[in-house]
């Protein structure tokens, strides 16, 4: 009979680190060589690139800062909370670029909370928000300057938090550790560290482009930040400027570009004569975003009422229920409206797309700053999004409403003035940083003193 996996949580498309007992195998990486690596095609003084990677892949190598020996392989943990998907979805988009350009390396993402139980980022993520609706001015408050006595200060100390976070180190034996979350960056930066259990070095990668007060200032090794302001932000609060990288919010490198708009929107139904506003809701069932799937269609049949010349395409992610929901309500509709679910090639979808509505979240957002698409934003609610609404709406990439009428006007005033449209298309490319993903993954092998090697070992 198999064996049940243990820790559901591990990211199912990283477990090739793993067996069907879930215990670690140290296997040794393979770079494939093409026929021109072949020794017998080339005078013999030319090294072999493949060969010197996988020797820098498998020799340890002493950290004098730190004082440990990194793994005979080298391995990245991602950690993340599954809060909301944005965080996830930053941790797979860094271990893609890992993929890319180092693909010896064996990258593992993992939410540490989820292998203690399962259900608890959705129990986090329900009493997190609870402030959110209770009293938003203190939540905003909290967000900005942080706490000292809430939920996720208490659980820091924890020995279920700091446990969950060793027993991956432990296991997983990593030469760095990547956050995407604050929580497991600042249980990382507490956590005591010993001669014989000693810790990687850890990088944070926020994913909003406002900074969170509960990221740490001390024991990371790098951050990666959206902007300039939140790199003025961390060193306002100490942090060396040496040790910040504007790099953007990584993204998903996939479907970028891959699919032709009249491939995509002739198998999409769409039709090529109407300009096309997108509406991404996102695929969660609790939480901040939950209001925003009542709003959002209101802001659908507020479309429907308006009878302007559009067609309107709903992203609803993974979340079933809000896809049928959607689906039954529209059914009937004057305006081309097409529900979507889970949709790979989004980033072509956005360059189709004329104008996006969507609440203003760091990886949606990021999204379409990279593809040039100008947004409309739903009401802000506190924290992040208030932030993320705040920084796009200043440099000119996306209009904020506070109700459904007000997203229609929005809309029509973007698609009837060409020039402002034209103006926020310019103003988003300017700010997208598409390769960022890649930057974190290049500069984590750089601080490993591998970059230069693996590089090399897959070129054409």
């Given at each position: ?22 215990e ?9 060589a ?5 020794p017998?095609?080339r005078?013999?003084?030319?090294p ?8 820098m ?8 800062a ?11 943990l ?13 941790a797979?988009s860094?271990?893609s ?12 993402c993992?939410d540490?909370?989820?292998?203690v139980?399962e259900?608890?980022p ?5 009493l ?5 609706f209770?009293a ?15 939920l ?21 034996k990593?030469?760095?550790v ?14 005591p ?11 944070a990668v ?22 300039e ?10 942090v ?15 479907g ?6 009249s ?22 069932h609790s ?28 992203v609803c992610?993974r ?8 689906r ?29 509505v969507?609440?203003p ?18 009401r ?8 993320n ?34 103006r ?10 598409p ?11 750089a ?14």
């Open positions: 009979m198999r064996r049940r996996n243990r820790h559901p949580a591990i990211d199912a498309s990283t477990a090739s680190g793993y067996d069907s007992s879930n670690l195998i140290a296997k040794a990486p393979r770079i494939e093409g026929p021109e690596s072949d017998s095609n005078p013999a003084e030319q072999d690139r493949a060969q010197m990677a996988r020797r892949l498998l020799l340890p190598r002493e950290s004098k730190h004082g440990w020996i990194e793994p005979r392989v080298t391995r990245i991602v950690l993340y909370l599954s809060v909301g998907t944005g965080h996830q979805s930053a797979r860094i271990r670029a890992f993929g890319q350009l180092a693909p010896g390396v064996e990258v593992l993992l540490p909370l989820a292998q139980w259900g608890f959705n129990l986090l993520s329900t997190s928000a609870v402030p959110l209770v938003p001015q203190l939540y905003d408050r909290l967000w900005r300057e942080g706490e000292d006595h809430g996720m200060s208490r659980l820091v100390g924890t020995d279920l938090s700091q446990s969950a976070v060793r027993s991956a180190i432990d296991r997983f990593p030469s760095a990547i956050c995407t979350h604050a929580f497991p960056a600042r249980v990382l930066t507490a956590m560290e010993t001669r014989r259990r000693p810790l990687p070095p850890v990088y926020p994913t909003d482009f406002g900074l969170h007060a509960f990221w740490p200032t001390h024991g990371v090794r790098r951050y990666f930040v959206a902007n302001g939140q790199r003025d932000d961390l060193i306002g609060r100490g060396s400027a040496s040790r910040v990288t504007v790099s953007g919010i990584p993204i998903s490198l996939k970028r570009g891959d699919s032709s708009p491939f995509l929107r002739g198998r999409l139904r769409m039709r090529p004569n109407l300009p096309l506003v997108l509406l991404v809701a996102g695929g969660l939480g901040p975003y939950a209001a925003a799937q009542l709003q959002l269609l209101s802001v659908l049949q507020e479309f429907n009422r308006a009878g302007h010349r559009l067609q309107l395409a709903v992610g979340n079933g229920f809000l896809r049928r929901y959607l039954n309500r529209t059914a009937k509709f004057d305006v081309p409206t097409r529900i979507l679910g889970y949709v790979e090639e989004l980033p072509s979808l956005m360059k189709m797309a004329s104008v996006l969507t609440k979240g760091g990886l949606t957002a990021a999204e379409a700053l990279a593809s040039g698409l100008p947004m409309v934003l739903l802000a609610g506190p924290g992040q999004e208030e932030a609404a705040r920084f796009l709406s200043e440099a000119g990439a996306a209009l904020v409403t506070e109700s459904p009428d007000d997203v229609v006007a929005s809309v029509s005033e973007v698609l009837t003035h060409p020039e402002q449209l034209a926020m298309r310019a103003r988003a490319l300017a700010l997208g940083r390769d960022a993903a890649w930057v974190v993954a290049s500069e984590v092998l601080g490993l003193g591998r970059s230069r090697v693996l590089a090399q070992s897959i070129q054409p």
